[in-house]
């Protein structure tokens, strides 16, 4: 049996499951969407990632045509009709089917889709070793000009950073927002820890506001580490202990170096690898079971 994907309202095949090229969500890279993960039959935080898709769309001014409750269930459906225990989840909201205008307006419903499918899971050694970054020569899009907060289709400034990592010869790339603050990778929220305490950059200097990251303040919380939203130089990271980044397909990974120089002790450090047992830990208990 082939993948099933959640299409307008049906389910099809994953070879069946096209869309207008006047969509624009192709041409314009119009919509929102959300990257969930599923542990066990259970669903980690779907109520978040929820809230999240929403308020992109609504930023946006695009309106969802089904409930909150109603785009969930067919989330936790579309698992079950492809009877997956871990699955990656892709939910998916575009303007819908226009003209080559821009005009929002022309636009029919709304398209939406749900593709769950198995997780592609990080190597091993990037958890055991922790991974090189190096930082974008890309900034971040600044908030006043397309918001990070939004997760929308547009990912173009965070796939060229993503080309700057390749170049560079890494596989992450950390982001500085047009001010040279330290923002995000280009899929993941990043943490430094200096003297037993949490620093992140606050959302708003253009950073999405990570699930992951959430879960680890929370977490962090409750073994007595405190946590600081902070603005936060480059020069910054040498000085830390420990850095570490978070996302929910990479969960939370250890960063060895940046642009080649060692942060801390060059290997994952104590509060990293406590923050990634406890995470193992939620994820395995927490969640909308299916
Ligand atoms: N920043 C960006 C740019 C992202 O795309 C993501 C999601 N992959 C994250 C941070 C991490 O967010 P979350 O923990 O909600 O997956």
Redesign the pocket.
């Known amino acids: 049996m082939g993948l099933k994907i959640f299409l307008n309202g049906k389910f099809v095949e994953k070879e069946e499951a096209v869309l207008s090229v006047f969509d624009h969500g192709l041409l314009y890279g119009d919509g929102v969407f959300e990257?969930i993960r599923s542990y066990n039959r259970k669903v980690f935080r779907l109520v978040e990632?929820m809230d999240?898709l929403y308020e992109s769309a609504s930023a946006i001014r695009l309106e969802i045509p089904v409930t909150k409750d109603a785009f969930a269930s067919k989330i936790l459906e579309t698992l079950k009709v492809n009877d997956l225990d871990n699955a990656y989840i892709r939910a998916v909201v575009t303007r819908g089917v226009g003209d080559l205008g821009l005009d929002p307006r022309k636009c029919g419903a709304p398209s939406i889709f749900i593709i769950t499918d198995k997780i592609a899971l990080y190597p091993e050694d990037f958890y055991k070793n922790g991974l090189p970054v190096i930082i974008a020569k890309t900034r971040r899009n600044h908030p006043i000009t397309l918001d990070?907060r939004i997760?929308s289709l547009n990912y173009l400034n965070?796939i060229l950073a993503r080309i700057d990592a390749i170049d560079g010869g890494t596989e992450e790339a950390l982001m500085l927002s047009l001010e040279g603050y330290i923002v995000?990778?280009?899929?993941?929220?990043i943490f430094l820890v200096k003297d037993g305490k949490l620093f992140t950059p606050p959302a708003d200097i253009g950073?999405?506001e990570?699930?992951?990251?959430d879960a680890v303040i929370q977490l962090a919380g409750k073994r007595g580490i405190e946590s600081e939203y902070k603005l936060m130089r480059p020069e910054e990271l040498f000085e830390a202990d420990e850095c570490f980044l978070?996302?929910?397909?990479a969960e939370i990974v250890p960063v060895s170096k940046v642009d080649g120089k060692p942060i801390g002790s060059g290997k994952p450090g104590d509060i990293t690898n406590q923050l990634r047992e406890d995470y193992r830990k939620l994820t395995q208990t927490e969640g909308i079971e299916y």
């Open positions: 990257g990632h999240r990070p997760k965070n995000e990778c280009s899929g993941d929220n950073a999405l990570g699930v992951t990251q978070t996302g929910t397909a």
